[in-house]
């Protein structure tokens, strides 16, 4: 075992991935379109279970819903390992250097951001992102917005992951600075 800790690395001998979350159909506007009509609460309980109309245009809406669905997970177009590489098809992933927005299965980071680059992560649950559930998390330096990651499933979860993993990054630089880790 070349590690200290199982599965701990310093970040200055190589990157690796803390945490891959998988963006929701509440990143996309179709999808937020549909969650706001999920979220209709007007029906009537029949033995205690509530059938809303939101319920009903969910189950109505599945063959509508399926096919960006399955869009989001495909790599490439038009077919799955040969065309073109496939916008929507991404994945957001936490290393120990850096919060990556990246075309899944190999296909390189689209966007990112350095975890040194921000001190605050917030949520913000756009419409239609409530019924998911599913929300924005927004990097912050300051005031300044550096970063933001669409359509998080349980964003809460991702942001605290994110907060600790950057909080351990600061900490092994500032001590390096000062010259208290080698």
Known sequence: ????IAGVVPDTE???TVMTVWPSLAAMAYGRWWGRRFANPFGISILG??????RILALVSIPFILPFYFLMLLPRLPLVVFGIVNPYCRRYRLTNRRVVVEQAFGGGDQ???SLDRFDSVEIEVLPGQEWYPAGDLIFRKGQIETFRLSGVP???A???TCL????GFVGVQQARDIGAAV
């Open 1 to 4: 075992m070349s590690q200290a």
């Open 154 to 156: 349980h964003p809460e």
């Open 14 to 16: 190589k990157e690796v």
């Open 111 to 113: 966007q990112w951001v």
């Open 164 to 167: 600790k993993t950057h909080i």
């Open 49 to 54: 279970v509530p059938c809303t109309l939101g």
């Open 158 to 160: 991702f942001r605290r």
